[in-house]
């Protein structure tokens, strides 16, 4: 875990104080527990419990990206 922090936030990011640090974890850890795939988990996030739909027709919807970490690391979702 604490590799993963550091590989995918805290190396990107420059910590300026206490506060900063706190709010890029908690951004950090939303990520990782909502959305980030887990391979011991079949790809899927610690919060979902079954696999997201996936788009039949790729034309029919459109990605949507989701900067975290100001542009850190992305999200991505399909649009409704």
Same mark, same amino acid.
């Given at each position: 875990?604490?590799?993963?922090?550091? &590989?995918?936030? +805290?190396?990107?990011? %420059?910590?300026?104080?206490?506060?900063? @640090?706190?709010?890029?974890?908690?951004?950090?850890?939303?990520?990782?527990?909502?959305?980030?795939?887990?391979?011991? &988990?079949?790809? +899927?996030?610690?919060? %979902?419990?079954?696999?997201?739909?996936? @788009?039949?027709?790729?034309?029919?919807?459109?990605?949507?990206?989701?900067?975290?970490?100001?542009?850190?690391?992305?999200?991505?979702?399909?649009?409704?």
């Amino acid at each position: 875990m604490i590799g993963s922090i550091r &590989r995918e936030a +805290l190396d990107h990011v %420059l910590i300026m104080n206490e506060a900063h @640090a706190r709010h890029v974890l908690a951004a950090y850890q939303r990520h990782y527990n909502e959305h980030r795939p887990h391979r011991a &988990r079949d790809q +899927l996030p610690p919060g %979902l419990h079954e696999q997201p739909t996936t @788009a039949h027709d790729p034309q029919d919807r459109r990605l949507l990206r989701t900067r975290v970490l100001g542009g850190v690391t992305n999200e991505y979702r399909y649009a409704a």
